[in-house]
């Protein structure tokens, strides 16, 4: 229990004057912890809000893509460029990037992302002002390099004051905060445009907020100083997660099959959300307002329903099984959007938009859970590194795929066949999804599982017991051996 203990009358060791107390709440000392105050609260604060401004730029140009590819001379394949660009350093940072916060510290990493993320927006916002396409590229790469790095920095200290079941619930939080600001993005930046008649505005606001997250950054640094003071630590770095390549040698055919499945399901709901904004305007025929409107509907509802769904997963399980249904979903959501003709503002495509949002908030919930279940526990860090950088894989070739599809393709004003292509990914989804199952139920059970660690330590205690009677039915036969030479030594003496 939390800051107080039980006295165990039945406990012989315990003195009789302690057991004359009976069960009594004994307070504990004083700490000057701040991790153990009321003040972690504070700090949570400063970390939710810490990657507010980076969620909220990622989707600047989904929410405005008619205006930018107008305003930058794009087709579908370069507006999409814009996505891939971010993704592409991605691919490699997360598998380098723990080592790095190692050596610089979790602090200097906060700012020093925090200003890659800013000095990104500034370059894209600059170039969208000049009209220029390279420059706006530039600015989205720059971007990339600080945008997956500061998740990584913000978990890192959020971690070193929360612990136990908190530390789940504080890093729940960090998730729904930050996928509000994609809300707040798909919400903000086409009536900006609408109002002011110009995109320029919207931009530099994003850029704003980027600025605004990274004061919540310093806020969280001399918080963190405060707490070593009061703890009288000179000099103090908390280790990150970070890849190990010995450890690949580890991974079981589980984890693979997670990071195809991740690979392919995130394609269906982020590279759609990449072009929905354009895609409801066009086939449905939505202001880019209420387009805005409506594609908040998807993380809307995930930064809601993540925490419970995680919280419902934790007391049941059957994560392989959910998985598997969350690519169901998928396959559906694109099916019916191909299946609706085009209409003049008809809300099937948005209570389809809440199908969405219901499969990949159960998707995000139950696939990052389910990695360390699937690998041994000292190689958490390098499993996470790894299906990180093979998600980023998907979204940096994902988006140029649609924008060729879309640019080579006339059906539902080109989108046909870029849903048939999400389809296609639903699919292999739903493949990798059920491999993953039954290999789930070869294995013991462990995903599908209530209790993951009962499972576990079952499957390894029958592992052992099977390895320990082969090695007693050798030592049997050894021992049946010897006394059979020995009893033939014995009669060729008496003879």
């Known amino acids: 229990m939390d800051n107080e203990r039980l006295i165990d009358e039945s406990d012989s060791s315990i003195p009789e004057p302690a057991k004359q ?25 400063f970390a939710c809000f810490l990657c507010f401004g980076n969620y909220y730029i990622y989707d600047n140009p989904s929410a405005l893509q008619p205006q930018l590819e107008k305003r930058l001379n794009m087709n579908s394949f370069e507006f999409n460029m814009l996505y891939s660009v971010y993704s592409f350093p991605n691919v490699i940072l997360p598998l380098f990037g723990g080592y790095f916060i190692d050596a610089i510290g979790v602090r200097w990493g906060i700012i020093i992302f925090s200003g890659f993320i800013c000095l990104g927006q500034a370059i894209f916002a600059i170039g969208v002002d000049a009209g220029s396409y390279p420059i706006a590229v530039i600015g989205r790469c720059v971007f990339g390099l600080g945008g997956e790095s500061q998740n990584v920095a913000q978990s890192t200290i959020v971690s070193a004051w929360f612990s136990g079941k908190e530390l789940a619930m504080a890093l729940g939080m960090n998730v729904s905060i930050s996928r509000l600001g994609s809300v707040f993005n798909d919400l903000t930046e086409p009536a900006f445009d609408s109002l002011t008649g110009s ?14 997250s990274m004061a919540c950054g310093f806020a969280l640094i001399a918080m963190d100083k405060k707490r070593d003071i009061k703890l009288g630590v000179l000099d103090k770095k908390i280790e990150s997660d970070k890849v190990k390549w010995s450890d690949l040698k580890t991974f079981n055919f589980s984890f693979w099959l ?11 709901v982020l590279c759609f959300n990449n072009i929905a904004s354009d895609y409801f305007q066009t086939r449905f025929g939505f202001s880019s307002v209420i387009a805005g409107v409506l594609i908040s509907i998807t993380y809307s ?22 998985i598997t249904i969350s690519a169901v979903i998928m396959v559906i959501v694109h099916t019916i959007f191909i299946i609706i003709p085009d209409c003049d503002q008809c809300a099937w495509g948005a209570l389809d938009l809440v199908l969405l949002g219901l499969g990949y908030s159960l998707y995000a919930s139950v696939m990052w859970a389910s990695v360390p ?42 989108y046909l066949w870029v849903s048939f292509f999400f389809i296609i990914m639903g699919i292999l989804g739903v493949i990798t999804a059920i491999i993953l199952q039954i290999n789930d139920k070869k294995t013991g059970g462990v995903l599908n599982s209530s209790n993951p660690k009962e499972a576990l330590k079952l499957m390894l205690t029958t592992k052992k017991a099977t390895i320990v009677s082969d090695q007693s039915l050798h030592e049997h036969l050894d021992t049946v051996d010897k006394e059979k030479n020995g009893l033939n030594n014995d009669e060729k003496s008496s003879s």
């Open 301 to 322: 509802i995930s930064a809601v329903l993540c925490p419970i769904i995680g919280f419902y997963i934790d007391r049941v399980g059957n994560r392989a099984t959910l």
């Open 373 to 414: 279940l699937v690998v041994e526990p000292k190689t958490v860090g390098s499993a996470f590194g790894i299906v990180t950088a093979i998600q980023n894989f998907g979204l940096a070739f994902g988006p140029m795929v649609v924008g060729a599809i879309h640019d080579n393709s006339s059906g539902e004003d080109g």
């Open 21 to 45: 107390l009976g069960s009594i709440k004994v307070e504990e000392p004083p700490t000057n912890d701040m991790a153990k105050t009321k003040s972690r609260y504070l700090m949570l604060f």
């Open 199 to 212: 995109v320029d505005f919207g931009i530099w606001f994003g850029f704003g907020l980027c600025l605004a």
């Open 258 to 268: 997670i990071s195809i499945n991740c690979l392919v399901v995130y394609i269906c």
